[in-house]
């Protein structure tokens, strides 16, 4: 892990986010994204989880700990920029861990070279 942003050899800079759960810094392609979007509430979610988005995120460790350990109303209200409410986290905590299983699925895809 090259926590100085920069990868080895070519001097691209690979940008480094913090984790809401355990407060460590690790390269973005490491960390789940999720914000609030108007897309997304539209559809009746409120949340919306991807790699890129619209808006201001915050990132998770693909792990249940960091992911129980972000869902605090008051962290995530700050993080984000917006109110959030209690019912809204156990819906976004539902969302997480759905990422973690679905990229799971995908790296055992990977590995088997299956498609």
Same mark, same amino acid.
């Given at each position: 892990?090259?926590?100085?942003?920069?990868?080895?050899?070519? %001097?691209?800079? $690979?940008?480094?986010?913090?984790?809401?759960?355990? &407060?460590?810094?690790?390269?973005?392609?490491?960390? #789940? &994204?999720?914000?609030?979007?108007?897309?997304?509430?539209? !559809?009746?979610r %409120?949340?919306?989880?991807? *790699?890129? %988005?619209?808006?201001? %995120?915050a990132?998770?460790?693909?792990?249940?700990?960091? #992911?129980? *350990?972000?869902?605090?109303?008051?962290?995530?209200?700050?993080?984000?920029?917006?109110?959030?409410?209690?019912? $809204?986290?156990?819906?976004?905590?539902?969302?997480?861990? $759905?990422? #973690? !299983?679905?990229? !799971?699925?995908?790296? $055992?895809?990977?590995?088997?070279?299956?498609?």
């Amino acid at each position: 892990m090259n926590l100085t942003g920069m990868d080895q050899g070519v %001097g691209r800079k $690979e940008p480094v986010r913090m984790c809401l759960g355990c &407060r460590e810094r690790s390269p973005q392609h490491e960390l #789940i &994204r999720f914000s609030r979007s108007e897309e997304s509430r539209s !559809e009746g979610r %409120g949340w919306c989880v991807k *790699q890129r %988005g619209v808006g201001r %995120g915050a990132y998770v460790h693909r792990n249940v700990r960091c #992911i129980f *350990q972000a869902m605090v109303v008051k962290r995530l209200s700050r993080a984000l920029r917006v109110s959030v409410h209690e019912g $809204e986290v156990a819906q976004l905590q539902q969302l997480l861990r $759905e990422e #973690i !299983e679905r990229s !799971e699925n995908d790296l $055992e895809v990977d590995k088997t070279g299956s498609s």
